[in-house]
């Protein structure tokens, strides 16, 4: 079968860097140090054990991935990876076959998937700490026991990832789609599960003045799931894209800020005092009580850090790498800055939910509205157009690409 397969060396790594600052990101899409290719692979054979094979309904394309073929992500986190690997993690599926433990689901369950390889995927016993507190995408363990290394499902070299007709997972990574649900809704679960417990993690109180930087699919999804569960809260986005913003006006009613004024619009919307320093951009007294950083760049941390106001929580959703941090804010205005990623379990009016089933409810009773969001939809072998296409989001007017399977 056709699979998306991602693969890099360390001298590949250094010689494409390198090569990339004379030649930009076309260094990563073909020629020799092109990272990604569509490759012929075995279809998974069938599996043993608590596993499932699933046949491929829709796989989204998140950032992460495109962030992985152009190389952005920081060697710290290679221990946790293994290539090559098929990658794609957002996925929907059929079951087609069940190994002789998998007593969860019936076959032609459609399914979502918590890509988390945790302890209980690798085998092992006890669980760690992060794995027992429902967080398998963060578990202790993702380099040791029956896998390779790899945090997830579409890293690790050991199982397929979602870009690839077939694939198996663990069934205890599963979670049943409703029949209410359409497909392409299913398939935009595991974001608004990010977005869910970016939120759940750092929850707004009813008077809080909310701050998004980033009006992608994540940030899109943040704005709603703070109007759902906190709805009188204040909430402002910083996106330069229009049609980005344009939808979080109309999803979230959110209040858009230029990102060419951002400092002076948010200190209007505040209320905060604006302080010029001798060199740099203002620093408030005040400014926004949470702030979610779906970028995670220098330049949307340095920011954030200085519109935030005393005793606030920025929670980077983003996945920053070398990050250049004036760190002064934070102690100068007693702030937290909060790590978000992956998702586990939460609380939600007094039953312990996980958030995927949390997503594909809200999803279903009409609370988070994801149609608007998928701009795009590709067949796997136009995987290329599709990288293109998120390359160039502003001008194609996208926010969340699909690959749909037959």
């Not at 499932?52 to 991935?65: A, E, N, P, R, W």
């Not at 199982?159 to 789609?177: D, M, N, R």
């Not at 008077?207 to 943040?222: A, E, H, P, R």
């Not at 779906?294 to 980077?316: D, E, K, W, Y």
């Amino acid at each position: 079968m056709k699979a998306l397969q991602f693969n890099v060396t360390p001298p590949g790594f250094i010689a494409a860097k390198a090569i990339s600052l004379i030649f930009g990101n076309k260094v990563y899409l073909k020629g020799p140090f092109k990272t990604v290719r569509l490759v012929e692979i075995p279809e998974p054979a069938v599996p043993s054990g608590q596993w499932v094979k699933l046949k491929t309904i829709f796989c989204g394309f998140c950032g992460s991935d495109l962030n992985l073929m152009m190389l952005h992500d920081s060697p710290t986190a290679s221990p946790f990876s293994s290539f090559p690997c098929i990658i794609g993690h957002e996925v929907v599926g059929r079951i087609v076959e069940k190994g002789p433990e998998a007593t969860q689901f019936k076959l032609g369950d459609v399914v979502t998937v918590n890509p988390g390889l945790g302890c209980t995927v690798r085998n092992l016993s006890p669980q760690c700490a992060v794995c027992a507190a429902g967080r398998s995408l963060n578990c202790e363990n993702s380099a040791e026991g029956d896998l390779p290394p790899g945090m997830f499902t579409g890293l690790n070299s050991g199982v397929t990832g979602g870009f690839a007709p077939f694939i198996c997972a663990h069934e205890s990574q599963l979670f049943k789609v409703p029949d209410s649900l359409g497909m392409e809704a299913a398939a935009m679960t595991e974001p608004l599960a990010v977005a869910l417990q970016t939120v759940f993690d750092n929850m707004p109180e009813p008077s809080d003045k909310i701050l998004v930087i980033g009006g992608g699919v994540i940030g899109n999804l943040v704005i709603q799931v703070v109007r759902t569960l906190c709805p009188d809260a204040g909430i402002a986005l910083i996106e330069p894209a229009a049609h980005a913003a344009a939808l979080a006006q109309d999803l979230g009613q959110a209040d858009i800020i230029p990102f060419k004024e951002a400092y002076r619009t948010a200190a209007e919307l505040t209320g905060a005092a604006m302080y010029q320093p001798q060199l740099g951009q203002p620093v408030f007294m005040g400014g926004f009580d949470r702030i979610y950083d779906t970028v995670g760049n220098s330049a949307t941390l340095n920011m954030g850090l200085r519109i935030l106001g005393p005793f606030g929580t920025l929670s980077l959703v983003g996945i920053g790498s070398d990050v250049k941090l004036d760190l002064t804010p934070l102690w100068l205005k007693l702030q937290n800055i909060k790590g978000v990623y992956g998702y586990g379990r939460v609380t939600y009016q007094g039953e312990t939910r996980h958030v995927f089933d949390l997503a594909m409810e809200f999803m279903n009773e009409g609370k988070i509205l994801t149609a608007p969001l998928v701009t795009h939809t590709f067949r796997l072998e136009d995987y290329m157009e599709m990288i293109e296409v998120n390359l160039n989001k502003a001008r194609q007017g996208a926010v969340k690409t699909l690959v749909r399977f037959d």
